[in-house]
C-alpha cells in the first residue's frame, strides 16, 4: 500500500512541481483572449466554467484506456506502475497541456491544423490522416467495449447496445458542446470517481495485500512478450496517448484564460493517471498470478476483470454502479472522438459547422464508415489502435519541441520524450507481426539509432527564429 500511495503522491507533486515548471517554459498570457471569446459561434466555440471544462476533458481522454490498457500492463509486473509515473509527469502530461495550449493559441485549431502550422503541410496531411484514422478507432472500440460491458451486466443483445450507442454518439456529435456533454458529464464525473476510489477501498477492506509482488527486475508476462516496446504501446492512456492530442481542442475552444490550462490539460492527465495506477494495482493485487488474470483476458477481454473485480470488492450494488462507471469512461470518450473527427474533416475542406446541415453532411458518411468497422475483429483493431496512438503523440511532442526551439525556449521537455516515443514506435513496427517481423534484438538497436538520428536531426535543424528586428518572436504560433 505504501507503494503505490507514493505513486498517487509523486503524480501530484509532478502536477505542482513540473507542471508548473512546463507552465513557466510555454509562457501563458492571462490577457490574450482565449478561441471562445474570439470565434464564438454557439455550438463548439462556447465559454464555460473551468470546473466544467477540466470533468470534460479527463472524461474525454479517460476511455476505457486507463482501464483496459493498465490490466494489461499488469500482466508484465510491477514494471507498469513506474512506466505511468514516469511517463505521465515527463511524457502524457506535458503532452497534453501542449496539445491543448498551442491549440488555444491557435485560435482553437484541430490538432492537425496546429502540427501543420509549425512543421509544413507534409506534417498537416500526415496528421489529418493519423488523426481520423485514430478516432474512428477509439470510437469503435468505445462502441464495442461498453456494449459488451452492459450485455454482461444486463443479458441484452450486444447489437441492440451498438445500436443504441451509435444514435448517442451521433447525437452527441452534431448538438452544440453544452448541451449534452456539458450536461452530462459532471454526474460522469461523480460516477468516475465513485469507481476509482471505490474500487481501491474495496481492495483494503476485503483485506487483499496491495501489491504483494514488487520485483522489478523480472518480466512477469504469461505469455513471455517483452516489456520492451510492448508496454508502452499497450499501457498508454494513464502514461502518454496520442489520441489526447486529439481532444484537447474541444476544450482549448471553451476555456476562458490561459491561465487555465495547467488544470485542464496537465490536471486531468494526471487524474487519469492515478486511476490508471489504481487498475494496475487492481490487476497486481485481486489475481494471485499474472496467469490467473490473464486467463480471464483471454477468455474474452479486459472486461471479464473489470466485472469481477467489482462484483467480488463491492458487492453486487456497488459492483453494478462501479461498471456502471466504467461503462461511462468509454462513451465519453468515444461522443467526443466522433466530435473531433466531423472537426478536422471540416477544417480540412474549410466547411462552415455553425449550421445543422453542414454537420449533419460530414457526420452521416462518419458513421456509416464506422459501422463497418465495428464488423472487424475487437483485437485486431486494438493491436492498430496502440500503434497508431503512440506515433500520433510521438509526431505531437515533436511538433512541440520544434516550437520551443524556434521561440527559444527549453525544449528538452518536448524533444526527450519525443525521441523516446520514436524509439518505442519504431521498434514495435520493426518486430511486430502487423509491422515488419523482424528479430527483437535487431528492431531493438535498430529503433535507438533512429531515435538518435531523428534527435540529431532535430538539434542541428532547428533553430530560434527572428523578427527583422532581430527579437525573438513569442506571441504567436
Same mark, same amino acid.
Given at each position: 500500500?505504501?507503494?503505490?500511495?507514493?505513486?498517487?503522491?509523486?503524480?501530484?507533486?509532478?502536477?505542482?512541481?513540473?507542471?508548473?515548471?512546463?507552465?513557466?517554459?510555454?509562457?501563458?498570457?492571462?490577457?490574450?483572449?482565449?478561441?471562445?471569446?474570439?470565434?464564438?459561434?454557439?455550438?463548439?466555440?462556447? &465559454?464555460?466554467? %473551468?470546473?466544467? #471544462? $477540466?470533468? *470534460?476533458? @479527463? =472524461?474525454?481522454?479517460?476511455?476505457?484506456?486507463? !482501464?483496459? /490498457? +493498465?490490466?494489461?500492463?499488469?500482466?508484465?509486473?510491477?514494471?507498469?506502475?513506474?512506466?505511468?509515473?514516469?511517463?505521465?509527469?515527463?511524457?502524457?502530461?506535458?503532452?497534453?497541456?501542449?496539445?491543448?495550449?498551442?491549440?488555444?493559441?491557435?485560435?482553437?485549431?484541430?490538432?492537425?491544423?496546429?502540427?501543420?502550422?509549425?512543421?509544413?503541410?507534409? &506534417?498537416?496531411? %500526415?496528421?489529418? #490522416? $493519423?488523426? *481520423?484514422? @485514430? =478516432?474512428?478507432?477509439?470510437?469503435?472500440?468505445? !462502441?464495442? /467495449? +461498453?456494449?459488451?460491458?452492459?450485455?454482461?451486466?444486463?443479458?441484452?443483445?450486444?447489437?441492440?447496445?451498438?445500436?443504441?450507442?451509435?444514435?448517442?454518439?451521433?447525437?452527441?456529435?452534431?448538438?452544440?458542446?453544452?448541451?449534452?456533454?456539458?450536461?452530462?458529464?459532471?454526474?460522469?464525473?461523480?460516477?468516475?470517481?465513485?469507481?476509482?476510489?471505490?474500487?481501491?477501498?474495496?481492495?483494503?477492506?476485503?483485506?487483499?495485500?496491495? =501489491?504483494?509482488?514488487?520485483?522489478?527486475?523480472?518480466?512477469?508476462? +504469461?505469455?513471455?512478450?517483452?516489456?520492451?516496446?510492448?508496454?508502452?504501446?499497450?499501457?498508454?492512456?494513464?502514461?502518454?496517448?496520442?489520441?489526447?492530442?486529439?481532444?484537447?481542442?474541444?476544450?482549448?475552444?471553451?476555456?476562458?484564460?490561459?491561465?487555465?490550462?495547467?488544470?485542464?490539460?496537465?490536471?486531468?492527465?494526471?487524474?487519469?493517471?492515478?486511476?490508471?495506477?489504481?487498475?494496475?494495482?487492481?490487476?497486481?493485487?485481486?489475481?494471485?498470478?499474472?496467469?490467473?488474470?490473464?486467463?480471464?483476458?483471454?477468455?474474452?477481454?479486459?472486461?471479464?476483470?473489470?466485472?469481477?473485480?467489482?462484483?467480488?470488492?463491492?458487492?453486487?450494488?456497488?459492483?453494478?454502479?462501479?461498471?456502471?462507471?466504467?461503462?461511462?469512461?468509454?462513451?465519453?470518450?468515444?461522443?467526443?472522438?466522433?466530435?473531433?473527427?466531423?472537426?478536422?474533416?471540416?477544417?480540412?475542406?474549410?466547411?462552415?459547422?455553425?449550421?445543422?446541415?453542414?454537420?449533419?453532411?460530414?457526420?452521416?458518411?462518419?458513421?456509416?464508415?464506422?459501422?463497418?468497422?465495428?464488423?472487424?475483429?475487437?483485437?485486431?483493431?486494438?493491436?492498430?489502435?496502440?500503434?497508431?496512438?503512440?506515433?500520433?503523440?510521438?509526431?505531437?511532442?515533436?511538433?512541440?519541441?520544434?516550437?520551443?526551439?524556434?521561440?527559444?525556449?527549453?525544449?528538452?521537455?518536448?524533444?526527450?520524450?519525443?525521441?523516446?516515443?520514436?524509439?518505442?514506435?519504431?521498434?514495435?513496427?520493426?518486430?511486430?507481426?502487423?509491422?515488419?517481423?523482424?528479430?527483437?534484438?535487431?528492431?531493438?538497436?535498430?529503433?535507438?539509432?533512429?531515435?538518435?538520428?531523428?534527435?540529431?536531426?532535430?538539434?542541428?535543424?532547428?533553430?530560434?527564429?527572428?523578427?527583422?528586428?532581430?527579437?525573438?518572436?513569442?506571441?504567436?504560433?
Amino acid at each position: 500500500m505504501v507503494f503505490f500511495l507514493t505513486c498517487v503522491g509523486l503524480l501530484i507533486l509532478g502536477y505542482f512541481t513540473y507542471g508548473v515548471f512546463v507552465e513557466k517554459v510555454f509562457g501563458t498570457n492571462p490577457e490574450r483572449k482565449t478561441p471562445c471569446m474570439t470565434k464564438e459561434d454557439g455550438v463548439d466555440y462556447i &465559454a464555460m466554467p %473551468t470546473w466544467k #471544462v $477540466f470533468f *470534460i476533458q @479527463l =472524461l474525454d481522454i479517460a476511455g476505457l484506456g486507463p !482501464i483496459f /490498457g +493498465p490490466i494489461l500492463g499488469a500482466l508484465y509486473g510491477p514494471s507498469a506502475l513506474l512506466w505511468i509515473v514516469i511517463g505521465c509527469i515527463f511524457g502524457g502530461a506535458v503532452h497534453d497541456y501542449f496539445s491543448g495550449m498551442l491549440s488555444v493559441r491557435g485560435g482553437g485549431k484541430s490538432i492537425p491544423e496546429v502540427v501543420g502550422d509549425i512543421m509544413g503541410m507534409t &506534417a498537416r496531411q %500526415t496528421l489529418r #490522416v $493519423f488523426s *481520423i484514422i @485514430l =478516432l474512428l478507432l477509439v470510437g469503435v472500440v468505445f !462502441i464495442l /467495449g +461498453p456494449a459488451k460491458l452492459i450485455a454482461n451486466l444486463t443479458g441484452v443483445n450486444v447489437q441492440i447496445l451498438v445500436a443504441c450507442i451509435f444514435l448517442y454518439y451521433f447525437l452527441a456529435t452534431i448538438l452544440p458542446i453544452d448541451k449534452i456533454i456539458g450536461q452530462l458529464y459532471p454526474v460522469f464525473g461523480a460516477l468516475l470517481i465513485f469507481m476509482s476510489v471505490g474500487i481501491m477501498a474495496g481492495l483494503v477492506y476485503h483485506g487483499y495485500e496491495i =501489491l504483494p509482488n514488487l520485483d522489478f527486475t523480472t518480466n512477469m508476462h +504469461p505469455g513471455d512478450k517483452p516489456i520492451w516496446p510492448l508496454l508502452f504501446i499497450t499501457l498508454s492512456c494513464g502514461a502518454i496517448s496520442g489520441f489526447h492530442s486529439t481532444q484537447s481542442p474541444l476544450m482549448a475552444r471553451c476555456i476562458k484564460n490561459e491561465n487555465r490550462g495547467r488544470q485542464v490539460f496537465y490536471g486531468s492527465m494526471v487524474m487519469e493517471g492515478i486511476i490508471a495506477l489504481i487498475w494496475t494495482t487492481v490487476g497486481l493485487s485481486f489475481y494471485n498470478s499474472p496467469e490467473a488474470m490473464n486467463a480471464v483476458i483471454t477468455s474474452g477481454s479486459p472486461a471479464g476483470v473489470v466485472n469481477e473485480a467489482c462484483n467480488t470488492l463491492l458487492g453486487p450494488v456497488g459492483g453494478f454502479l462501479a461498471i456502471v462507471g466504467v461503462v461511462i469512461l468509454p462513451i465519453s470518450s468515444g461522443d467526443t472522438a466522433f466530435r473531433s473527427t466531423r472537426l478536422i474533416i471540416a477544417e480540412t475542406f474549410k466547411m462552415d459547422q455553425s449550421k445543422a446541415v453542414k454537420r449533419l453532411l460530414i457526420a452521416i458518411p462518419l458513421f456509416a464508415l464506422a459501422f463497418l468497422i465495428t464488423q472487424v475483429d475487437f483485437k485486431i483493431i486494438w493491436r492498430y489502435f496502440g500503434w497508431s496512438n503512440q506515433m500520433l503523440s510521438m509526431m505531437v511532442l515533436w511538433c512541440a519541441a520544434i516550437y520551443l526551439a524556434r521561440k527559444g525556449k527549453i525544449h528538452w521537455i518536448c524533444s526527450l520524450p519525443a525521441a523516446f516515443m520514436t524509439a518505442v514506435d519504431a521498434a514495435f513496427i520493426l518486430q511486430a507481426e502487423i509491422g515488419f517481423n523482424l528479430p527483437a534484438t535487431f528492431s531493438n538497436i535498430t529503433s535507438v539509432a533512429i531515435a538518435i538520428i531523428v534527435f540529431a536531426l532535430f538539434i542541428a535543424k532547428v533553430r530560434p527564429e527572428t523578427t527583422v528586428d532581430g527579437q525573438l518572436e513569442f506571441e504567436q504560433i
